[in-house]
C-alpha cells in the first residue's frame, strides 16, 4: 500500500517569497492533516481536513497560510509571504476517519529553509 | 486544548531497558498515541493506549492511566538503532493529535 506522498521535498527560498508544498494521502483516507515541526520539536497542527472540509484550522496563521483540499483527496499547503521563522518540516499526513482512535499515517515530510 | 509533557533527552545502554514517561493534561481524551522520529525522517506509530493497562508489541510496551493523565513507553533489549526522537501524542475529540516535543534518546555501546 502506498504511503502518504509529499513534495517537494526539500525547498530553499528567501524570505517575503511564496512557496507550495503538494500532499496526497493514503488511498481511502477521509482525514488529511498538515503539521508544522520545527527542528527539536514535536508537531504542531496546522489545519485538518475531512473530506474536502476544513475540521480545524485555529493554528494556522491566516495571514499568510493557506490550505486546501478542493477534491477531498490530494492537498496543498501555501505560504506567501514567507518568514524566517517558517522555516521547518511540513508534515502531511492522514487517517481513515477523524478522532483520534484513528492511527495517524505521516508522508516524509516537505523541509523548508527560509533564508 | 491539551498539555503534554516528557523529558528532552535520555540515555541507555545497548541491551537495557528505558522507560520514557509522558503526562498530559486534556480538555478532552480519546487515547494516546506513542510515535517513533528517527533523524530527518517522518514519525511512525507505534502504539495505541485508550484503555487503562499495558499493552504489548515486541521489545515494546506503553502503559496508559487514565485517571492519572500519565503513560510510559518501556524500550526492552535495546538496538542501537532505538537511537530516536520518541513522540507522546494525545488526541480529543474529532481533533488531530496534540504531541509533546519529543524525547531524545541516546543508545550508547
Known amino acids: 500500500e502506498a504511503g502518504v506522498a509529499q513534495s517537494p521535498r526539500y525547498k530553499i527560498i528567501e524570505k517575503r517569497q511564496s512557496v507550495a508544498f503538494w500532499c496526497n494521502p493514503i488511498?481511502?483516507?477521509?482525514?488529511l492533516y498538515w503539521y508544522q515541526q520545527i527542528l527539536g520539536q514535536g508537531p504542531k497542527l496546522l489545519i485538518q481536513?475531512?473530506?474536502?472540509?476544513?475540521?480545524?484550522d485555529s493554528q494556522l496563521p491566516k495571514d499568510r497560510f493557506s490550505a486546501e483540499r478542493l477534491k477531498g483527496v490530494d492537498s496543498t499547503l501555501k505560504i506567501q509571504p514567507a518568514k524566517l521563522e517558517d522555516s521547518a518540516v511540513y508534515l502531511c499526513?492522514?487517517?481513515f476517519g477523524a478522532g483520534s482512535g484513528n492511527t495517524i499515517y505521516f508522508g516524509e515530510g516537505s523541509w523548508l529553509t527560509v533564508v | 486544548g491539551q498539555n503534554i509533557d516528557q523529558p528532552t533527552e535520555m540515555t541507555a545502554t545497548e541491551g537495557a531497558i528505558v522507560q520514557i514517561n509522558c503526562t498530559y493534561q486534556?480538555?478532552?481524551?480519546?487515547?494516546l498515541f506513542w510515535y517513533q522520529q528517527h533523524a530527518g525522517e517522518a514519525p511512525t506509530f507505534l502504539s495505541y493506549n485508550v484503555l487503562d493497562g499495558l499493552e504489548e508489541k515486541g521489545r515494546f510496551s506503553s502503559f496508559l492511566s487514565r485517571s492519572k493523565g500519565y503513560s510510559y513507553l518501556l524500550l526492552k533489549e535495546l538496538q542501537m538503532k532505538d537511537s530516536a526522537s520518541y513522540l507522546c501524542a494525545a488526541g480529543g475529540g474529532a481533533d488531530g493529535l496534540t504531541f509533546g516535543k519529543g524525547t531524545h534518546l541516546i543508545i550508547q555501546p
Open positions: 481536513f475531512q473530506n474536502n472540509g476544513v475540521v480545524d
Open positions: 499526513a492522514s487517517s
Open positions: 486534556t480538555s478532552g481524551f480519546n487515547g
Open positions: 488511498s481511502g483516507h477521509a482525514t
